[in-house]
């Protein structure tokens, strides 16, 4: 099951938080704990020593940090949107752009982040199989149109391509 995950509790030492999907641990190569997300997941942190990571073919993340705050997520979405009936058992989910961006979005309001000041990143939507669907530029395509929509700007962008991407984000810088 793909859940999504928004973790405000204090640092945990464990590596899985039960029930939250959250995948956090030590990494002595980078000194630095990290969080990984996975598909259909998002993470939003105020802690300043915590690196997002995930690897991406054809989904897409959304990396967004209020420079203010220091308060910062991602998402990782599989498909640009889902319509009404088609989530199966959950209503609303994080495997789908249009659910997955606002739902971190509002959840960085929530903390106190402004929306003018949001800085944006966009990775991702590879077509890393060959197929007809071309899903990883829809993903991308998706994620710009949705900034564009809600007048949002992209500070930057690494999209397209045929190639995998791992990314390493770290909110408060």
Known sequence: MVSAVVRRE????????PGRGTRRFYDAVSAAWM??????EFYVTEKAEELLVTV????VSACIRDPRTGIG?????MLPKGEAGSWGDELQSARYGNFAMEKLINELIKLGCSRSDME????GGGNVIESNSAIGSQNAEFV???LENEGLRC??????GAFPRRIQYEPST
Do not use: T, W
């Not at 204090?10 to 938080?17: G, L, N, S």
């Not at 944006?120 to 990775?123: P, R, S, T, W």
């Not at 500070?155 to 397209?160: I, K, P, S, V, Y």
């Open 10 to 17: 204090p640092a945990a030492a464990a590596a899985e938080v």
């Open 35 to 40: 969080v990984k997300i996975l598909p259909g």
């Open 56 to 59: 991406l073919g054809s989904c």
């Open 73 to 77: 997520g991602m998402n990782h979405f």
């Open 120 to 123: 944006i990143k966009v990775f």
């Open 144 to 146: 710009l149109r949705y």
């Open 155 to 160: 500070a930057a962008q690494d999209l397209g």
